[in-house]
């Protein structure tokens, strides 16, 4: 069993940045990908960004070129760098740890929230 933990969401203006952590509550030593996703209201959660075990990075389209998803192994730990924020990125971002093709856990979310 893994417990996802994140961290880092609050409200943040037009073109701020945030940036969410999440942690492992232990060692991973095999995974396929982590990774965040988000869901806004009235939406369908949406892949936001993933990393594979291997460090190959997958983003939306809409994030690229703003977010960056990096990994501390000896943290255990993710991250989601947010800059050039839009109201639209307004959302819960989840955490989540593919451990296996069946396994899969998720964070209990941190909101982001456009402030003007």
Do not use: H
């Amino acid at each position: 069993q893994v417990r996802l933990v994140e961290s880092g969401g609050g409200l943040v203006q037009a073109g701020g940045s945030l940036s969410l952590s999440c942690a492992a509550s232990r060692t991973i030593f095999s995974f396929i990908a982590m990774g965040w996703y988000r869901q806004a209201p009235g939406k369908q959660r949406e892949l936001v960004a993933t990393m594979s075990s291997r460090g190959t990075t997958n983003y939306a389209d809409s994030v690229k070129g703003r977010f960056t998803i990096s990994r501390d192994n000896a943290k255990n730990t993710v991250y989601l760098q947010m800059n050039s924020l839009r109201p639209e990125d307004t959302a819960v971002y989840y955490c989540k740890l593919a451990l296996t093709p069946i396994y899969n856990y998720w964070g209990q979310g941190t909101q982001v929230t456009f402030s003007s």
